[in-house]
């Protein structure tokens, strides 16, 4: 099994790579987006957390139940989204709804400028929930 250490140590020498060959940084196959493609999967999986947590809290026993996919076009190009679901239905992700198959908001360059700032996952977490309320568990 990979570690995340090894995960990102690769993506960083994919990085290197294609500034090195001179290759379009955004666009298919590019680390960018396989970099946003795994922040955007975080995400939706800390808001399903905190979704069915706050459910727990109401006395509701909802759980979670699996994943549904799609690919979805951003800045960086398309990228695949596992949106979790639940067993009610009543889930509803804020970053990219149910039926929404673009990351337009310009949410997604945010992103990148953050994690590219060197700002860990929490710090995202934080600015997010500043700049746009969303309320994302860690």
């Known amino acids: 099994m990979e570690t995340q250490n090894s ?3 690769a993506l960083y020498e994919r990085m290197e790579s294609h500034l090195k060959l001179k290759k379009p940084l955004l666009g298919k196959d590019s680390p960018f987006s396989e970099l946003l493609q795994g922040m ?3 995400i939706l999986e800390g808001e399903v957390n905190q979704f069915i947590e706050d ?3 109401e006395g509701k026993s909802n759980k979670r139940n699996g ?4 690919k979805v076009l951003s800045s960086t190009g398309q990228i695949e989204v ?4 639940d067993r009610a239905g009543e889930f509803e992700p804020e970053l990219i709804g149910k039926r929404e198959r673009e990351l337009t908001s310009g949410l997604d360059e945010h992103i990148m400028a953050f994690y590219a700032q060197g700002n860990s996952i929490e710090d995202i ?10 309320e994302i568990s860690s």
């Open 125 to 134: 977490r934080r600015l997010l929930q500043q700049m746009y309320g969303i």
């Open 67 to 70: 994943y549904t996919k799609k």
């Open 55 to 57: 459910e727990k809290k």
């Open 7 to 9: 995960k990102q140590s």
């Open 40 to 42: 955007v999967n975080k």
């Open 82 to 85: 596992s949106t979790p679901r």
